[in-house]
């Protein structure tokens, strides 16, 4: 198993999630990748979309959206970016968020890939 | 049985009974040689009535057949008796939609009854058990004594309906035996007896609710019949109840489908149809019935909230109040990782949880299942946590009083004030900390056992209040009732002459009074003894009571003297009523070991007029006739306004 950069995602987190169901018969780690796997990308585009109408305010609550299911999966790196593009949404300053987001997004390949290791 | 209980209601002459049309039926069925043309004549005075036949034949037929246009097709179809039945059945609900009971809701007796008949005609076509036309009288008729006891006693019955609102666990049956020494079932079982209904019906009726009801009677129809109604009033308290209640009732829905031995997706169609047609008839009827609810997501609901542990013991003391116990808890948030980990801390802690995506979603979630506590998150797009807790606030059933823990983010905690100002009882940080979650969960969970606490100690107290005040009735009802007789006392008789002589004040209309007196009650006694005596007091009394219209008011008022207040009653009126009681009471036969024999009474009548100062006056007066009555040789009736003897038996 390749050595990931700690700050792509938070292992203790992984681990607490893993502790919640130890047997691992609820399957809920897995469960849990799964939904922020597929509910992710839909929301960063709603996310881009937003911001290529202005709409300040939806910035803001899709981004402190995907802030909770980043923090929730320990992608500790990606939350952040979340957060800063969140505080520019709520100051209804969006001049920066257009290069955040790209970061995101690319930071989102990063986290994927570290969590299809951790469930596989 | 209760026959002597039933008679006292019947006797009250406020037994529920049908009417017009219904009555003649009823009738004509009573007599040995009635003709079917005689019944379907009498039905057709009544256009509503035939329509509502003719549909209802046609609705019960398999289909196959030509369809009924005329109440003699529907007689040749379902028989002439089941037409009879049904048109009784109508009769009774087009007479009886409102009443005196104020706890009573007539509206909600009769969509109720509805839908039990519907269901069970339904069921009876489905199942081909019994003839659905049948099914339908039988099943509307069912809970008519509960209709009974709401009309005889009004404010009785509200009473219990109110102890048993308080308290569902009460059972009604054992209430209505505590208050009235008959319960409803059995007041349904010998109305339907004493209208001549079929005996499958009133045993069907009165144990469909037995666990073991089959085994008290040999009757197959009445074995089919019951298992019909006992079906049937599944899906009718289920159709009657609110939606969280709907939820829970499911898995009763679904020993009914088990029965059908339908899948689920036919179950749920047979049900719609039949909600349907219960709201067809209730249209008709000009009954109003509930919406029928989407069964899919009812089904859906009630698969979501896992069944655990029936009940778990509930708190009795202070110190239960930490004890844990499974809550209903709804989880909100439109972020699905953190509803599936609120989720599974709150599943693996054994509480049951239903989850919603959004405020709106659990607003009515709230509403409908009325969970101990929410936990949801704040900053969610349409209704935010703030909202959600601000609209259950001002809701007036169950979101007022859930507890209302709010989920913040780490950057939102400065701004918990306000939250707490929108009525949250709590806040937790996420990511979730599961110990820390759970804590709260538990603090929750004391606030809810110290609640529901407080509520039931409540509750007792308002059922001690409660039966004081019918112990206080009792009484006093003890108080002004002769036991011997039952008519009012002496004291009761006198207050209400008072009562009736202001009223007459006011409006000046005609007022008498009727003294009555036993003759040669002492040689009663002397020759055949107290026991004797006594039985020819009790029949009198009997007799009087048959013969006085219900406004009358009698009393026993001396050992063998009675008082007769008869309103709006002049001279002439009054010597009517004193003659009718007389000749009721020549013609008793009363018999009491050993002895045969039969008594007369001397009656005296007095009325107002001008030179009547007060109520003393006029019962002196009325004596004074009966003196006369006495002297000029008994069992006769003297007024007083008349100085001559007025009449006397041949």
């Known amino acids: 198993m390749p050595e990931e950069d700690p700050t792509i995602l938070d292992h203790t987190v992984i681990e607490s999630l893993r502790e919640l169901d130890p047997e691992g018969e609820c399957g809920l780690l897995?469960?849990?990748?799964?939904?922020?796997?597929?509910?992710?990308?839909?929301?960063?585009?709603?996310l881009e979309s937003a911001l290529a109408s202005g709409d300040a305010k939806t910035v803001e609550e899709v981004a402190h959206s995907l802030k909770s299911s980043c923090g929730n999966l320990g992608a500790a790196r990606l939350a952040t970016l979340f957060k800063e593009i969140e505080a520019f949404g709520r100051g209804k300053d969006l001049a920066e968020v257009p290069s955040l987001v790209d970061r995101s997004n690319d930071e989102f390949r990063r986290v994927e890939e570290a969590l299809k290791a951790e469930v596989s | 049985m209760v026959r002597k209980e039933f008679d006292e209601l019947r006797d009250s002459g406020q037994l529920p009974s049908p009417s017009g049309v219904g009555l003649k039926i009823l009738s004509l069925t009573q007599r040995e040689d009635w003709a079917i043309d005689e019944i379907v004549g009498v039905i057709q005075t009544d256009p509503a009535l035939t329509g509502r036949i003719i549909r209802l034949a046609n609705s019960a037929g398999?289909?196959?057949?030509?369809?009924?246009?005329?109440?003699?097709?529907?007689?040749?179809?379902?028989?002439?008796?089941?037409?009879?039945?049904?048109?009784?059945?109508?009769?009774?609900?087009?007479?009886?939609?409102?009443?005196?009971?104020?706890?009573?809701?007539?509206?909600?007796?009769?969509?109720?009854?509805?839908?039990?008949?519907?269901?069970a005609q339904a069921l009876s076509t489905q199942l081909r058990r019994s003839v659905p036309t049948e099914a339908f009288t039988c099943a509307l008729l069912s809970h008519i004594g509960e209709l009974a006891l709401a009309s005889v006693h009004p404010s009785e019955y509200a009473a219990i309906l109110e102890l048993s609102k308080t308290d569902p666990s009460l059972d009604m049956r054992v209430l209505e035996t505590e208050r009235?020494?008959?319960?409803?079932?059995?007041?349904?079982?010998?109305?339907?007896?004493?209208?001549?209904?079929?005996?499958?019906?009133?045993?069907?009726?009165?144990?469909?609710?037995?666990?073991?009801?089959?085994?008290?009677?040999?009757?197959?129809?009445?074995?089919?019949?019951?298992?019909l109604l006992r079906m049937a009033s599944t899906f009718s308290?289920?159709?009657?109840?609110?939606?969280?209640?709907?939820?829970?009732?499911?898995?009763?829905?679904?020993f009914v489908r088990n029965e059908l031995g339908m899948e689920a997706t036919e179950f749920r169609a047979f049900c719609e149809t039949v909600g349907e047609s219960w709201g067809d008839w209730g249209r008709m009827l000009q009954i109003e019935t509930a919406v029928f609810p989407?069964?899919?997501?009812?089904?859906?609901l009630s698969k979501r909230v896992r069944k655990r542990t029936k009940t778990t013991s509930e708190p009795d003391d202070l110190d239960a109040a930490d004890k844990f116990r499974p809550l209903r808890i709804i989880a909100v948030d439109d972020e699905s990782t953190s509803l599936k980990l609120l989720q599974s801390h709150l599943s693996r802690a054994g509480h049951d949880v239903v989850a919603a995506n959004n405020g709106k979603e659990a607003l009515a979630l709230t509403l409908e299942w009325n969970p101990h506590i929410v936990i949801s998150d704040w900053m969610m797009p349409e209704m935010d946590g703030i909202q959600l807790c601000k609209a259950l606030r001002r809701a007036q059933r169950a979101g007022r009083s859930v507890y209302f823990l709010l989920v913040t983010g780490r950057d939102e905690e400065d701004r918990v004030v306000e939250a707490f100002e929108s009525g949250i009882d709590d806040y937790v940080s996420k990511p979730f900390n599961p110990k820390i979650l759970l804590a709260r969960v538990r603090a929750g969970l004391r606030l809810v056992n110290l609640r529901e606490q407080v509520e039931r100690e409540q509750k007792i107290q308002a059922e001690a209040t409660s039966k004081l005040g019918v112990l206080t009735r009792k009484l006093r009802e003890t108080a002004s009732t002769d036991p011997l007789t039952g008519l009012p006392n002496r004291r009761y008789g006198m207050e209400r002459l008072v009562e009736e002589w202001e009223t007459w004040r006011r409006k000046q209309e005609h007022f008498s009074v009727v003294m009555v007196d036993i003759d040669h009650f002492k040689k009663v006694n002397d020759m055949h003894g107290h026991d004797v005596g006594d039985v020819v007091l009790v029949e009198v009394a009997k007799a009087l009571r048959a013969s006085v219209r219900a406004i009358d008011i009698v009393a026993r008022i001396g050992g063998e003297e009675f008082l007769v207040v008869c309103p709006d009653t002049d001279d002439q009126g009054a010597i009517g009523c004193g003659e009718r009681i007389r000749s009721a009471v020549e013609t008793l036969e009363i018999q009491s070991k050993g002895y045969t024999g039969s008594v007369t009474i001397s009656v005296g009548t007095a009325g107002i007029t001008d030179d009547v100062s007060d109520v003393d006056m006029l019962i002196k007066r009325a004596d004074e006739a009966v003196y006369r009555a006495k002297a000029s040789g008994r069992n006769r009736v003297c007024s007083y306004e008349e100085t001559s003897e007025v009449r006397r038996s041949a």
């Open chain 1, 30 to 46: 897995s469960e849990l990748v799964d939904l922020f796997l597929s509910d992710t990308p839909p929301r960063m585009k709603d």
């Open chain 2, 294 to 300: 989407a069964l899919e997501h009812v089904e859906k």
């Open chain 2, 237 to 254: 308290e289920f159709c009657t109840s609110d939606h969280g209640q709907q939820v829970a009732r499911w898995p009763e829905m679904e």
């Open chain 2, 180 to 227: 009235f020494a008959i319960h409803s079932l059995e007041v349904s079982m010998a109305m339907i007896a004493d209208w001549g209904l079929p005996d499958c019906f009133v045993d069907a009726i009165g144990y469909h609710q037995a666990a073991d009801g089959e085994a008290h009677t040999k009757d197959t129809q009445a074995q089919e019949l019951m298992s």
């Open chain 2, 62 to 119: 398999s289909g196959a057949t030509a369809s009924i246009t005329t109440v003699n097709d529907a007689a040749l179809r379902v028989g002439i008796r089941s037409v009879a039945n049904l048109a009784l059945g109508f009769t009774l609900v087009a007479g009886n939609r409102a009443g005196r009971c104020e706890s009573f809701d007539y509206d909600e007796f009769w969509a109720d009854s509805l839908a039990r008949a519907v269901c």
